[in-house]
């Protein structure tokens, strides 16, 4: 016994299987051999699967308090594959948890198996014969969220968050079943709970809760974290998402949930052992949607690297002499979140604007968006003849529809109102934080300001003024919200707080406005047009703040070089170069910091049209020189 498994161990198989069979038929009632011969007919090459569950099954008949051959059987299902081997899977798997239920990794075996309410129900059976072991009652937990049994959830969800108060798994649980009932404002407490708790983090449940409707870059920027700064991460996740900024409750979160468990009741993966999820090669013959090229085909059936890999027709192979052939490349992200390709798209987008079943093989969904109309359609053919259903491309333009679908995502809450908004910054006090005024084209606006951490660095709401937005220097997420005849508008970005020190020279952004508004910052800025358009043949007000200037006995010099560039539009832009005016003055007066430059341009000076205006400051004293920002204007 001792040799013979030496032998396997080595990857001997033909000889270990001889001694193996020799010791089965002299010692038929012994485990042992019936185990490791199942092993060996496990790792045959091509054929054997059949004969090894034969074997492993006699085995757990002779010991049926050990896991080993209920695991291997396990092993067995996940090897053939198809509905059989599932089953067989299934049931391996779970009579081994009940026996041991952190035996080896037949625990995650089971979870990439299809599990529908038996199924699950049969698991927590097997997991509650080892009530009180904390994650064993975390699996347990897991599954009765799965199957929304609420009530037997939030006892058991007590006491996991008594016995270890720093866990986030358990309050993130508790958060999802709030969600799930539209209990938002709990769950968004109990989200909050967790997410303070998020470097402790070890099982990845917070990220498996968001992932679905993760951008590439949210992907690859979460993998890259530090533990300490997955809290920050998922809080401006989630920030960057709010579809209404005027609610104290984020209605996206509850939405993701409600949405992620319709998604698994009606459009679950039903084959994740099918082929088509495991093998890059079957989805290029098959012509998926996931196709890899032809080089990449030909090097799992062929030469890799100059060396010839083994074909399941090699005698070699068929003896066992060779290794088994393994076309496993690239699995697919329907493993990964438990959904056909309906339910990936429903999670990001809910339910389409229509839906056309032409059978119950194949359906056609269309959403229409600000962006236009995005059609695609699905097929079954994850296996021969049925399966899940995937993206399967019909016409032109379906396979981008889908790209634009699986990468981004959206609220429920309507936002129908185009918004319009430019920014101007200014220094404020003496360097340490920077202001950021906002101009929208609406009636009524609220503005957050997000840190890297997620946390709210400043708000403003105004109704027909500008907005005003103080924090030190860096990179923020801007969320924008505007209402103007009863519909909504939203903008997500990026902004920069640029930096003003207070020992080098800048210039602020540019503000313009009527050319009678006196030059007062707020005063200005209540005159300032919001669409960044002024009525040509009238004077125009241009207003910047000079930061830095040098000293020279009590007073500045500097020179003021305004350069007005005309921009042709349409066809007439290559018909005509551009047209810049400059306007340059040197400028003496008391020092003061800021220093006030502007400027008013004489009605008739300017011509109609769009222009690009920006102004150059020169120091004098010090030979330092600085530019504003460009603001672009029109004049009609």
């Known amino acids: 016994m001792a040799q013979a498994e030496s032998l396997f161990d080595a990857g001997a198989l033909p000889t270990a299987r001889t001694l193996a069979e020799r010791l089965v038929v002299e010692r038929p009632d012994d485990p042992g051999p019936l185990i490791l011969l199942g092993k060996i007919w496990l790792e045959w090459p091509i054929f054997g699967r059949f004969r090894a569950e034969s074997l492993l099954a ?8 050990d896991p080993e051959p209920f695991y291997y059987l396990g092993m067995v299902g996940l090897t053939l594959g198809s509905d059989d081997g599932e089953s067989i899977a299934r049931d391996g798997f779970v009579r081994a948890i009940a026996l041991v239920p952190d035996y080896r990794d037949a625990w995650p075996n089971w979870s990439t198996l299809y599990r529908g309410t038996s199924e699950r129900t049969t698991m927590v059976q097997a997991l509650a014969r080892h009530s009180g072991f904390y994650f064993v009652d975390l699996r347990r937990a897991e599954l009765l ?6 009530r037997d959830l939030a006892p058991l969800l007590d006491s996991l968050r008594a016995a270890a108060p ?16 539209g209990r938002d404002r709990e769950g968004q407490v109990a989200y909050g709970a967790a997410l303070e708790r998020a470097a402790a983090d070890t099982s990845g449940l917070l990220w498996r809760q968001v992932r679905s409707i993760s951008t590439p870059e949210e992907r690859d920027g979460y993998a890259r974290l530090d533990p300490e700064q997955r809290a920050g991460f998922l809080r401006l996740f989630w920030a960057s998402r709010d579809p209404d900024l005027r609610d104290s409750v984020n209605q996206r979160i509850g939405e993701h949930f409600r949405r992620l468990a319709q998604a698994h009741r009606v459009f679950g993966l039903l084959h994740p052992l099918a082929k088509w999820h495991h093998s890059r090669l079957w989805r290029t013959l098959m012509g998926g949607a996931a196709v890899a090229s032809a080089d990449q085909a030909d090097a799992v059936r062929g030469d890799i690297g100059g060396i010839r ?15 088994r052939v393994d076309d496993s490349s690239q699995t697919t992200e329907n493993l990964e979140d438990d959904l056909d ?40 053919r994850t296996s021969e003849g049925g399966g899940d259903q995937v993206i399967t491309p019909m016409v032109a333009g379906e396979a981008e529809a889908a790209a634009y679908l699986l990468r981004t995502d959206r609220s429920s809450v309507p936002a129908p109102l185009r918004l319009a908004f430019w920014p101007a ?12 005024v906002l101009f929208p084209d609406s ?24 907005l005003h937005l103080v924090a030190p220097p860096g990179r923020y997420v801007l969320a924008l919200d505007a209402v103007r005849g009863g519909q909504l508008g939203r903008w997500r970005g990026s902004i920069p707080f640029t930096p003003f020190t207070e020992d080098s020279l800048a210039v602020s952004s540019l503000l313009v406005a009527g050319g ?15 669409a960044l358009r002024l009525p040509a043949g009238r004077a125009v007000r241009v207003y910047a703040e000079i930061y830095g200037l040098s000293r020279d006995s009590g007073s500045t010099r500097y020179d003021a070089v305004y350069r007005f560039e005309r921009v042709r539009t349409g066809f007439l832009r290559f018909l005509s170069p551009t047209r810049v005016t400059a306007v340059s003055f040197r400028r003496a007066q008391v020092a003061s910091d800021p220093a006030i430059e502007t400027l008013v341009v004489d009605p008739g000076r300017l011509p109609r049209g769009h222009y690009r205006l920006t102004l150059e400051v020169h120091d004098a004293v010090r030979r330092a020189s600085a530019a504003s920002a460009t603001l672009e204007f029109d004049l009609r």
């Not at 957050?448 to 003024?465: M, S």
């Not at 009678?516 to 919001?530: G, L, N, S, T, Y």
């Open 58 to 65: 006699r085995a757990g008949e002779l010991v049926p308090q």
């Open 145 to 150: 969220l799965e199957l929304r049994r609420y």
């Open 166 to 181: 720093d866990d986030p798994v358990p309050p993130a649980l508790l958060a999802q079943a709030l969600y799930e009932q």
């Open 309 to 323: 890999q083994p074909r399941v027709g090699d005698p070699a192979v068929i003896a066992g002499f060779a290794p």
């Open 341 to 380: 390709d309906r339910g990936r798209i429903f999670v990001r987008y809910g339910m389409p604007t229509e839906r056309y079943v032409w059978s119950l093989d194949a359906e056609t969904w269309r959403y229409d968006l600000p962006r236009g109309s995005f059609e695609i359609t699905f097929v079954r």
């Open 425 to 436: 910054e200014f220094r404020r006090g003496i360097g340490r934080t920077t202001e950021v």
């Open 443 to 466: 009636a009524s606006t609220t503005a957050v300001l997000y840190d890297g951490d997620g946390q709210e660095a400043a708000r403003d709401t105004a109704t027909d003024r500008p």
């Open 516 to 530: 009678d508004v006196p030059p007062v910052r707020a005063q200005i800025e209540a005159a300032a047009p919001r």
